[in-house]
């Protein structure tokens, strides 16, 4: 189905939303119609959004005060972090439109780990980042919108090579570190539960401890000291 006929079914006049759907990535485009302040907002998983029109402010306990979000720029939110968002523009003939990608931990890292990048755990935890977009990355956003809402057959293969592109930029900038504190601290944490799990269930298993070493990593291990 098409991006714009999505689009046209409009059943909110805040930040209603036609999302597709592919492997480790759901593409989504909100249009809010009319003015409103401190609308929540969460990303479940590291979420990319970048302005199509319109003018946002973005809230967040990591920022001092709210910043202008325009068309030209990316906004990348951990995942689980929530912000409020003022559309002092928005309205029924002009919506404010903004495009995001939600990806999954697992293709950060696959990608992470093919450009050779180190993945940490870090004390402090960035959340959110603001970026101006370079003339390369604003068309990626457009070539996935497309590819997003077409229905080809190699469909799939061309959103599994726009994400990683789009990754591989991200990753060459100043949100590296954001992008590889989120996938590191998610992957910890389900090796760690994982660990948890088998634990109870192999508690008189004499290699128990080089086992749950060899789940979790040496990294993780060294942070927790087991």
Known sequence: MSLQLERSKISTLIDNRAAFNSEHVQLCVY??????????????????????????????????????????????IAGGEQV????????????TSCLTIEVDSQKVQEVAEKMRLEQAFYSEQATTLQLRNNPLTQQLYQRL?????????????????????????????KSRQLVLQHCSQLLGYNALQSAISYIK??????????DVKKMIGSDICRKYRC
Request: proline share 4%.
């Open 84 to 95: 409020e968002i003022d559309f002092p523009d928005a309205h029924i003939k002009t919506p």
């Open 31 to 76: 249009d809010t119609y009319q003015a409103c302040e401190r609308i929540p907002f969460q990303a479940e998983q590291l979420m990319f959004c970048a302005m199509h029109t319109g003018k946002k402010i973005m809230h967040h306990h990591s920022m001092q005060s709210g910043q202008e979000f325009l068309p030209g720029q990316s906004f990348i």
């Open 145 to 173: 919108v497309d590819t997003f809402s077409e229905n080809q057959r190699d469909r799939e293969v061309l959103i599994d090579l726009g994400i990683s592109e789009l990754l591989v930029r991200m990753l060459q900038d």
């Open 201 to 210: 269930q192999n508690l008189k298993n004499k290699t128990l401890y080089r």
